[in-house]
């Protein structure tokens, strides 16, 4: 014999079947996520950890797209030692700094001694990748 619970899921997955609308879920048509700007990129790092304390984005050919201009001549040094490097730390008793690139972009993050490495560097990695997000057709 069958419980009420059991009867009852029956004859609503029966109902829903016969009304024709094929179930409970329909795939949906999602909109394109928006591309990441460089400025709402530094905005993005600063809110992924309190650790950050400046962050520059560079096009690449070096030219400053976001970020205090001040730090943007240290920022190319840097990428400029990092050689062929993807990523690149710089460690003091003061702090950190993290830098990371791709074809499209460059991120350098001047943080606190606190911050932990291995996820500054998974940020800084997904801020890249959203950055070159490209829109999907309409």
Do not use: N, W
């Not at 800084?124 to 999907?136: C, K, M």
């Amino acid at each position: 014999m069958r419980d009420a619970t059991t009867q009852m899921k029956t004859v609503t997955s029966q109902a829903i079947r016969e009304s024709g609308t094929g179930g409970y879920s329909r795939p949906r048509s999602m909109s394109p996520a928006p591309t990441l700007t460089p400025a709402l990129a530094l905005d993005y790092l600063r809110e992924l950890s309190a650790d950050i304390r400046a962050v520059v984005v560079l096009g690449p050919d070096g030219a400053l797209l976001a970020g205090p201009e001040a730090l943007a001549d240290a920022a190319r040094d840097l990428l400029a030692a990092a050689g062929e490097a993807e990523e690149a730390q710089v460690s003091t008793a003061d702090g950190a700094v993290f830098a990371a690139r791709s074809d499209r972009h460059a991120l350098v993050v001047v943080c606190g001694r606190f911050a932990l490495p291995s996820l500054i560097r998974h940020d800084l990695r997904r801020v890249l990748v959203d950055l070159g997000a490209v829109p999907e057709a309409a």
